[in-house]
Structures are given as C-alpha cells and as structure tokens.
C-alpha cells in the first residue's frame, strides 16, 4: 500500500471513532435554517462535503494541466 492509502485508511478509522464517541444531539443554525441533527452526522456530512471539494479541485488542477501540455 502507498503512504497515501495508509494515511487514508488511519483518517477514516479516526473519522470513525470520533463519530462512534460524538452522539449528542446539538441545534444547528445555518443561515436561515434552524435543525436538531446528531453530532456524528454533523461530521459525517463535513467530511463529504470537504472531500467532494477537494476531489473537485483535483480533477480542475488536473484539467488545466492537461490544456497547458497540449498548448
């Protein structure tokens, strides 16, 4: 395995047990919304947001890099 999937793998593992170990519901107020959500999905859906965001960045670094080669 590569360094990367390594480091991958011990993020997730983290991710989940902080998940397992957050379960208290808190309030949310996000503009002009206002909700009653768990912790762990809280964070749940901060990392797939945050990883959605950085996949996405990736695949344009990768898109100008193509178009610059080919130029």
Do not use: I
Not at 6 to 33: H, I, K, P
């Amino acid at each position: 395995m590569s360094g990367g999937a390594v480091a991958s793998c011990v993020g997730v593992a983290a991710l989940v047990v902080f998940m397992a170990q957050n379960t208290a519901d808190v309030e949310v107020s996000f503009l002009w919304w206002d909700f009653t959500v768990s912790v762990w999905q809280l964070t749940l859906a901060s990392a797939l947001l945050g990883a959605v965001v950085w996949l996405g960045l990736g695949v344009v670094r990768r898109h100008r890099r193509r178009e610059e080669r080919r130029t």
